[in-house]
């Protein structure tokens, strides 16, 4: 935030330089005049939260992150503790279990809401009391770097803007799209099979407004400029919270324009950099990074589409990892993944994929598009099935259902739990999945019940009525030890640990460090990762057969290498066992 005896000319002409920027892409929304307006607004708003900042653990960000990055992924209250609220039990069970493991921690959506877990926000600036306070949260951030939501595409029907909207007064009039219901929305790009159009009562008469994913989560309307000032205000205010770390939630359908599909809008792109502009005002890069984390669950070209020129995101979710490591475990054809991975460019300098295998959703099966054949993305939900998950449908523009996303806990996905088929080699399975996903170029981010062995919650789906309930169990503290003390969740958890300790202290695991997919059989999966004598061989055995491995390139006879993961060798003239993976010393 600039010298204490003065900004140098220096850091005054990087200030200056973003200004214009920001100004720049407001413009190019709102006009002239009204991008005057606001940035004359966020830098009074700026000024104010440089004063208000906590000091906080440093986050990870360009030229700060290293190998030891590793993202938790939770919800609040995903282990709670009688005596302490579920935020200070959360922050409890990450300092005597987590900490050596990951270095930030995700912390879902904690605000007061309506539905969808959190997601139905009705005050930003507020914490759930059922779930604890600011100062549960500040004090984990002073511990791990902490990352939160910015819902930046709705807001709850029950929230003091969509009250206005009701009531017909200011500000939360204007903040919502009000649309005559023979409005033609044809065009328009759907994540659910909901209506578009919500009627609401108001003191006008009826109205229609607009919800993108269900009737209590009704959509903003950023083609107001005021409402693009409220979202980055509360940006800034999550950052003076000692957030370090933001995910841009629903980004795609930000901004609507009728006639188009309303999703990945020049608008929105124009929006999210500036967003990262006023991120950078207000902490400067090289001293105090932020990082903004897009979340677009799309096909892959449109989702890495958030890097911009390396000036609009940060960090952008990996989502076809997910779908594509589960068809290659499931079937045992890694083909489908070892093309895509094989095809994926580097990302621009100072940017990172965020590489995941489960979330709080479910698995999205759209990124996979054009990597798996329908045949392959029918046969992933058949096994979904099997294994007592269930399969969410989105609506179709020319009418119809096809699938959106897989809800199933990983360990039953991969058999690693009670539900479903079970062969034996479950444990082996969600660990060697876990080894090739936290081997690949970028942050890794393990969601906590894949760490924690949780398998599917029916009985949550059955008290909510949501499928999406199967992977999001809370687990009393006491509970949750015994079953961490289980045979099998043990098997799965002290591989998983092993993995962790490990890549935390492997610099080819640098988030930029190079990687290279090689062609060392058709049943393997084959990358290097770093350069030089830090350089890493990744070899991941997907199927339930052993499978040899070809002549590393230059190499005339199959070497014997140290595996970073055992310390022991690895002769690589021996077939790999299935579900083996090693982290092997480059020769």
Known sequence: MGSPLGPTPGESQRFGDRVHRLRMQLAAVYGDAAASDLVRSLLQSIAATQQQALEVQAGIGPGRWSAADVLLITYGHSVTDPGLSPLASLRAFWEQRLAPLVSAVHVLPFFPSTSDDGFSVVDFRAVDPELGTWEDLTGLARRAQLMVDLV??????????????????????????????????????????????????????????WATFSEDQIDLNLANPRVFLELARVLLFYLAQGARLVRLDAVAYLYKRLGTPCIHLPETHALVKALRLVSELAFDPAEDPVLLV??????????????????????????????????????????????????LSPPPKGCAFLNFLASHDGIGVRPAEGWLSPAQLEALVAHTHRQGGFVSMRALAGGGEAPYELNIALVDALGAGPGGEDDGFGPARLAAAHALMLALQGIPAVYIHSLLGTPNDLAGVERTGRTRSINRRSWDRDALEAHLAEARTQASWTRLEVLLRCRRKLAAFHPEAPQAVLDLGSGVVALTRGTGRARLLVLVNPTDQPQRVAALPGAAVAPVLRDHVTDAPVDLSKPLAPYAYHWLAWP
């Open 152 to 209: 930046l595409n709705h807001v709850s029907r029950e929230s003091l803007w969509f009250i206005d909207f009701v009531a017909g007064r200011d500000p939360g009039q204007h903040y919502f799209l009000d649309l005559d219901p023979h409005t033609d929305t044809t065009a328009v790009v759907r994540p659910r099979t909901t209506p578009l159009l919500v009627p609401v009562h108001t003191y006008r008469g009826v109205r229609h407004v």
């Open 294 to 343: 897009s979340e677009t669950n799309v096909p892959h070209e449109e989702n890495i589409s958030y890097f911009g020129e390396g000036d609009e995101a940060h960090v952008v979710y990996q989502f076809a990892l997910a779908p594509l490591t589960l068809h290659a475990f499931a079937t045992g054809d890694p083909a489908p993944l070892r093309r895509w991975l094989a095809a």
